[in-house]
């Protein structure tokens, strides 16, 4: 069974930093895109970005510049580097990977339980 689990969140003024991560365990067998994603109160989940296994990312228009997506293959893991955030940043972060488990064929989505982001004074 593959399990996601994301830390790092937390409470934070505007203009601070906070770094999430998200690993990835269980019985992989290889790992294709993984994306953060957020959802406010009242709002749609939405891809804040996405990172593929070599590494090419894509923000949304929203956060490019104060955001960053990286990851640790060796470690299944991702990360969201979130700089100068700002009060509508706040939301429950979301990781999403798309893996294969050891003995399918197939790519499927997985998703993590979420990790509350608040960004206030």
């Known amino acids: 069974q593959v399990q996601l689990v994301e830390s790092g969140g937390g409470l934070v003024q505007p203009g601070e930093s906070l770094r999430l991560s998200c690993a990835a365990s269980g019985s992989i067998f290889s790992i294709n895109d993984m994306d953060w994603y957020r959802q406010a109160p009242g709002k749609r989940r939405e891809l804040v970005g996405a990172?593929?296994?070599?590494?090419?990312?894509n923000y949304a228009d929203s956060v490019k510049g104060r955001f960053t997506i990286s990851r640790d293959n060796a470690k299944n893991t991702v990360y969201l580097q979130m700089n100068n955030l700002k009060p509508e940043d706040t939301a429950v972060y979301y990781c999403?990977?798309?893996?294969?488990?050891?003995?399918?064929?197939?790519?499927?989505?997985?998703w993590g339980q979420g990790t509350q982001v608040t960004v206030s004074s």
């Open positions: 999403n990977g798309i893996l294969r488990e050891r003995g399918s064929t197939r790519y499927s989505s997985y």
């Open positions: 990172i593929t296994n070599d590494g090419s990312t």
